[in-house]
T-cell receptor, first 112, second 115 residues
Framework: DGGITQSPKYLFRKEGQNVTLSCEQN?????MYWYRQDPGQGLRLIYY???????QKGDIAEGYSVSREKKESFPLTVTSAQKNPTAFYLC???????????FGSGTRLTVV | QKEVEQDPGPLSVPEGAIVSLNCTYS??????FMWYRQYSRKGPELLMY????GNKEDGRFTAQVDKSSKYISLFIRDSQPSDSATYLC???????????????FGQGTILTVHP
């Protein structure tokens, strides 16, 4: 079945550590996205990528980094510069001409 | 002011009721409108996707878009306990004639349908 796989489902980070969230899709979509979801705030766009080796900042990119070396993969690194990283992170993809995003099941990151 | 406003609720209705969920927006460039359903601790799933003003129906769900008022709605008929979830509206603009799929979301409305 085609879809988006996010791993791990739960992740714990110590203060000052960088962590990387994985996102893989087999939908043959060109565009991929990372969103952050906090209670009562909907989804906010962190980074997005239209094609391999290209990506743009979203609305809340500070403290995050991404790479897009393969069409299928769009990992997100939460760096120690992100002061409030505890949140639910969602990866999504879409065709370049489509509008609707298809979402993964999410990674819940907690700082301990 | 947020570009997309959505009443977070929570909204509680009895089984069988008609549910009305709404979003308003300020950016007149929004061209595509979506409704997503999100169960607890899961990723959102697409329910409805519309482009033009008017109504679009899919089973028990009807999406309504009024671009002149910058207002969209989702109606759920014969609501079921399994409809209990958070409902998110989302919108996007055309960019250079090619859609980039960059979405702007409302806060989400928490809906509970009780038996």
């Amino acid at each position: 079945d085609g879809g988006i796989t996010q791993s791990p489902k739960y992740l714990f980070r110590k203060e000052g550590q960088n962590v990387t969230l994985s996102c893989e899709q087999n939908l043959n979509h060109d565009a991929m996205y990372w969103y952050r979801q906090d209670p009562g705030q909907g989804l906010r766009l962190i980074y997005y990528s239209q094609i391999v080796n290209d990506f743009q900042k979203g609305d809340i990119a500070e403290g995050y980094s991404v790479s897009r070396e393969k069409k299928e993969s769009f990992p997100l690194t939460v760096t120690s510069a992100q002061k409030n990283p505890t949140a639910f992170y969602l990866c999504a993809s879409s065709t370049t001409t489509g509008q609707a995003n298809t979402f993964g099941s999410g990674t819940r990151l907690t700082v301990v | 002011q947020k570009e997309v406003e959505q009443d977070p609720g929570p909204l509680s209705v009895p089984e069988g009721a008609i549910v009305s969920l709404n979003c308003t927006y300020s950016n007149s460039a929004f061209q595509y409108f979506m409704w997503y359903r999100q169960y607890s601790r899961k990723g959102p799933e697409l329910l409805m996707y519309t482009y033009s003003s008017g109504n679009k129906e899919d089973g028990r769900f009807t999406a309504q878009v009024d671009k002149s008022s910058k207002y969209i709605s989702l109606f759920i008929r014969d609501s079921q306990p399994s409809d209990s979830a958070t409902y998110l509206c989302a919108m996007s603009v055309l960019a250079g004639g090619t859609s980039y799929g960059k979405l702007t979301f409302g806060q989400g409305t928490i809906l509970t349908v009780h038996p």
